[in-house]
């Protein structure tokens, strides 16, 4: 255990420093993500508006806060994809990877964890020249915060599970992009990023109670800028976790037999 700890510590270490030091590209990519949500956002204040104040019970303040906390969900969502995965596979620098005593998924988890910090600093002034401008209704209390603080974490590294499985197909495959595609479209739909899950027919709801998406964007957001009760949250953690659980025993099961397969192919 105390290994693993002096790994994560000083790759996510390495991964702060080397960040910091590109601290304008990253600048650049973040402001590059914000198109997507400030279109969600201004559509449905502008419905909220016409609607009569509301569409669902969302104001086009509450419309704000839900997508400008989106946008630093969103970028806690981004993990190695499955086209690293397929490269890593393809090109054979999986390899060179099964040389060190340590599975590569810790080297992703890690590095990416230290970029989540810079993420998280970088994000404030962008939040709050949107809150700005977009006026954003937000007062949740210190459980909100901390429940919100915690899910962020957790639905990167449910995120992190999946996108890692849809990337181990490419030992049985040489291309994953269709079926990556594929569950990106459902992402979109059942996870609450396209627009608050709320707001979906009820069979979509009804729907997303037995899927992983809902726990990488809805929840973290929700528990936020939403009004849920203290069980809700806690119950939400308990769910997010065995979701994170449940995808790290795929990840091995699927790893196990993968690894039996792994050849590269070269381009």
């Known amino acids: 255990m ?3 700890l002096d790994f994560y510590l000083t790759s996510m270490k390495m991964a702060i420093l080397q960040q910091f030091q590109y601290r304008a590209q990253n600048y650049f990519y973040m402001i590059g993500m914000i198109a997507e949500p400030v279109v969600y956002l201004v559509v449905w204040s502008t419905v909220a508006n016409q609607q009569g104040g509301s569409v669902g019970g969302y ?14 969900v969103r970028n806690m969502n981004i993990v190695f994809t499955p086209y690293g995965w397929e490269g890593r596979i393809q090109r054979g620098q999986l390899s060179g990877e099964l040389l060190r005593p340590i599975h590569p998924l810790h080297k992703d988890v890690s590095e990416f964890a230290g970029w989540k910090f810079v993420v998280i600093v970088l994000w404030l002034p962008i939040a709050a020249v ?4 977009f006026k954003p209704v937000l007062h949740p209390t210190w459980l909100q915060v901390v429940v919100f603080f915690l899910a962020i974490w957790g639905a990167y590294l449910l995120r992190t599970m999946f996108l ?7 030992f049985w495959t040489t291309r994953v992009g269709a079926i990556y595609e594929l569950y990106f479209a ?3 739909i059942l996870s609450g990023r396209l627009v608050p899950l709320t707001l ?3 069979w979509v709801q009804h729907v997303t109670a037995f899927l992983p998406f809902q726990w990488t964007f809805y929840f973290p957001i929700n528990a ?3 009004t849920p009760t203290t069980s809700e949250l806690l119950t939400g953690l308990g769910i997010q976790l065995l979701w994170v659980l449940g995808g ?19 381009n």
């Not at 949107?130 to 401008?133: A, D, G, P, R």
């Not at 890692?164 to 490419?170: H, K, P």
């Not at 790290?248 to 070269?266: A, E, K, P, Q, Y």
Request: glycine share 10%; no cysteine.
């Open 130 to 133: 949107l809150t700005l401008i």
């Open 59 to 72: 104001t086009a303040g509450a419309f704000a806060a839900y997508y400008i906390v989106w946008t630093l």
């Open 164 to 170: 890692s499985l849809l990337g181990m197909i490419t």
């Open 186 to 188: 459902l992402e979109l």
């Open 2 to 4: 105390k290994r693993y």
């Open 248 to 266: 790290m025993l795929l990840v091995n099961i699927v790893w196990h037999f993968g690894i039996r397969r792994f050849s590269s192919v070269g």
């Open 224 to 226: 936020l800028v939403g």
């Open 200 to 202: 979906m027919p009820g």
